[in-house]
């Protein structure tokens, strides 16, 4: 399967590396980063449905320490579209309103 990041998902994931750079050490981000990479492999392998379901058509993962969420949705049968990098200690509303 073809994973692609929409431009939210770029911007937010770059928002929260960004955050982390200020909070958390070297090790950490790249723990993170690992994390990222490994549920996209994961996805590329088709292996989506393992992830919770979030709404109809969306689903969401745990990424990192557990308080960032990846929002993911299959568009076709060989595309999936990273939706958004959501800070679980924010606002819920603000899911919404990215997306």
């Known amino acids: 399967m ?3 990041f929409s431009k939210i998902a770029r911007e937010t994931l770059s ?3 960004a955050f982390l750079e200020i909070t ?3 090790r950490e981000i790249r723990i993170f980063l690992e994390d990222v990479q ?7 392998k ?6 919770q379901k979030s709404t109809k058509n969306t689903r ?12 993911f949705r ?4 060989e595309r999936i579209i ?6 679980m200690r924010q606002d819920p509303q603000k899911i919404i309103d990215l997306l």
Request: glycine share 4%; net charge negative.
């Open 2 to 4: 073809q994973v692609e």
């Open 15 to 17: 928002d929260h590396i």
């Open 24 to 26: 958390w050490t070297y």
């Open 38 to 44: 490994r549920i996209v492999t994961d996805l590329e």
């Open 46 to 51: 088709g292996y989506y449905q393992q992830f």
């Open 60 to 71: 969401s993962v745990l990424i990192g320490k557990k308080h960032v969420r990846m929002f």
């Open 74 to 77: 299959t568009e076709a049968k």
């Open 82 to 87: 990273v939706l958004l990098f959501f800070d």
